[in-house]
């Protein structure tokens, strides 16, 4: 399926969510409602002709200082790969500065939970519906969030106080049924 073939299949159930699309170096680039998110993820993973059984990355983007206008601040791009038919596209929406907020798929995709979570870190761009919305990269005490054009580049946090992380761990040998 070329990326034409592949918008018109995208456009079938979803036409009035997606705002534009372009093809970007033989890649499909489709523009849509932040709202819709959830929605038109499902059915690129669900559908037969689509089957993107794998998301490849989340990038976050601040858009403050780009040349060109943009219709948020922020921008959000998922990258997918279709295995069963050898496709990709990118999925982008655009946030607005005050509340960048957007609807989790971590249910869909076991990496986007942490994709998510650095998104959030580093961005501040918040996933609804996160079971784990916490720090990745940064420690629990840092303030801000460092990829942000406005974060300045010369400003040092240090942690005081070490943060375990077994949360996590312990949560995953539970589900195990290794510990109780």
């Known amino acids: 399926m070329n990326n034409k073939e592949l918008l ?5 159930k979803h036409s009035h969510e997606i705002i534009n699309a372009h093809e970007e170096y033989g890649y499909l680039n489709v523009v849509v409602k ?3 998110i959830r929605d038109i ?5 669900t559908d037969e002709d689509l089957k993107f059984e794998m998301l490849i990355d989340l990038v976050s983007i601040d858009y403050s200082q780009f040349p060109e206008k943009k219709p948020g601040r922020f921008g959000l791009v998922y990258h997918f790969k279709s295995l069963t038919h050898n496709h990709r596209v990118a999925i982008r929406v655009y946030l607005p500065e ?3 907020e957007i609807d989790s798929i971590h249910d869909f995709y076991k990496n986007a939970n942490w994709l998510e979570r650095e998104a959030w870190d580093q961005m501040g761009i918040r996933f609804k519906g996160h079971p784990n919305l916490k720090r990745l990269l940064n420690h629990k005490d840092f303030v801000g969030h460092p990829l942000r054009k406005d974060y ?7 942690l005081s106080e070490p943060d375990d992380l077994m949360d ?7 589900e195990k049924g290794i510990i109780k």
């Open 98 to 100: 005050e509340n960048p």
């Open 168 to 174: 996590e761990m312990e949560k995953r040998l539970k």
């Open 34 to 36: 932040p709202e819709s």
């Open 41 to 45: 993820i499902n059915y690129l993973k």
């Open 8 to 12: 018109e299949t995208i456009k079938i």
């Open 152 to 158: 300045p580049i010369d400003r040092r946090q240090w």
